[in-house]
């Protein structure tokens, strides 16, 4: 079945820095949503992308929907501590649109 | 407030006990999932649901059972014949037929 790869697993930064994460599929997505998981929380949605090519904003979050539809990338500038968590690309598979899948996520930590 | 309530936060239970977890949305979302985290690792589908009375199997279902008698409601049991239930327990719900899927903050349920 369809299978989303995230890299990297986890992440060691400096506060501050900009952060750089990718989604990757061997199959067509026609969305990609992007989601973070706080510690001991439920994970939340920051994200939703529709069309190939899309570049969406949220405060210092950005991601693009990749143009052949297999991949995604979620960036965030200037890191703050909040942003430590679980990053997931997640999205419906090809054909089905009852469920979706999620990638294993991206840890992010930030070093004191 | 609209949202997706879990209860208990966290649940401890005797080994060979069946117990009930509960979810209830006031979102208005037809579909219905349960997932299951465990430590360091992504989220995995239990059972869904897309309309009341009627639910399928996702890719962890046994030794779990579910029901949906009401729109808002999809309680998870988790039976004695799991063989490993110690684990974070996610709940979430969608428009049916629409990829994107809205988290409670989780029950934490510990079998001793």
């Known amino acids: 079945g369809q299978q989303l790869n995230q890299s990297p697993q986890s992440m060691f930064i400096q506060e501050g820095e900009d952060v750089s994460m990718n989604c990757t599929s061997s199959?067509?997505?026609?969305?990609w949503l992007w989601y973070k998981q706080d510690p001991g929380e439920g994970p939340v949605l920051l994200i939703a992308l529709y069309k190939a090519g899309e570049l969406t904003s949220n405060g210092r979050l950005t991601a693009q929907f990749g143009i052949t539809r297999k991949d995604s990338f979620l960036n965030i500038s200037a890191s703050i501590p909040s942003d430590v968590g679980i990053y997931f690309c997640?999205?419906?598979?090809?054909?089905?649109?009852?469920?979706?899948?999620f990638g294993k996520g991206t840890r992010l930590h930030i070093l004191p | 407030d609209g949202g997706i309530t879990q209860s208990p936060k966290y649940l401890f239970r005797k080994e060979g006990q069946n117990v009930t977890l509960s979810c209830e949305q006031n979102?208005?979302?037809?579909?219905m999932y349960w997932y299951r985290q465990d430590p360091g690792q992504g989220l995995r589908l239990i059972y869904y649901?897309?309309?009341?009375?009627?639910?399928q199997k996702g890719d962890i279902a046994e030794g779990y059972s579910v029901s949906r008698e009401k729109k808002e409601s999809f309680p998870l049991t988790v039976t004695s014949a799991q063989k490993n239930p110690t684990a974070f327990y996610l709940c979430a719900s969608s428009f049916r037929r629409k990829g994107t899927q809205y988290f409670g903050p989780g029950t934490r349920l510990t079998v001793l």
């Open positions: 997640a999205g419906p598979p090809l054909n089905r649109d009852d469920k979706i899948i």
């Open positions: 979102l208005n979302h037809d579909a």
């Open positions: 649901s897309q309309i009341v009375n009627d639910f």
């Open positions: 199959s067509i997505f026609n969305t």
